[in-house]
């Protein structure tokens, strides 16, 4: 599966932004789809993931200002980002899990200013 992650870029505190993630396979096909964060000197985290059935997950740090979505007929995953905040600026990776394997996307940058 290749992904090709879009749509960061810099946004003020309080802003908001979509990141867009194109699979290169029917995203019906893919078992988990979510979108990962790395900031400088940190480890990559979980921001959000949605399941096959449609059931989503949120790292406690973004519920309620973040929504992840897809579109299986764009073969399109969405992540909406609201409320933006300085800690939310990272760059933000793609991914999908699909029979127990991990893919990647190149990763977009997010940039907060305060």
């Known amino acids: 599966v290749q992904l090709q992650a879009s749509g960061g870029g810099l946004v003020q505190t309080g802003g908001s932004q979509r990141l867009s993630c194109t699979a290169s396979q029917r995203i019906g096909s893919i078992n988990i789809m979510g979108w990962y964060r790395q900031a400088p000197g940190k480890e990559r985290e979980l921001v959000a993931r949605?399941?096959?059935?449609?059931?989503?997950d949120y790292a406690d740090s973004v519920k309620g200002r973040f929504t992840i979505s897809r579109d299986y007929a764009k073969n399109m995953l969405y992540l909406q980002m609201n409320s933006l905040k300085p800690e939310d600026t990272a760059i933000y990776y793609c991914?999908?899990?699909?029979?127990?394997?991990?893919?990647w996307g190149q990763g977009t940058q997010v940039t907060v200013s305060s």
């Open positions: 991914n999908a899990f699909k029979f127990s394997r991990d893919y």
């Open positions: 949605i399941y096959g059935g449609g059931t989503t």
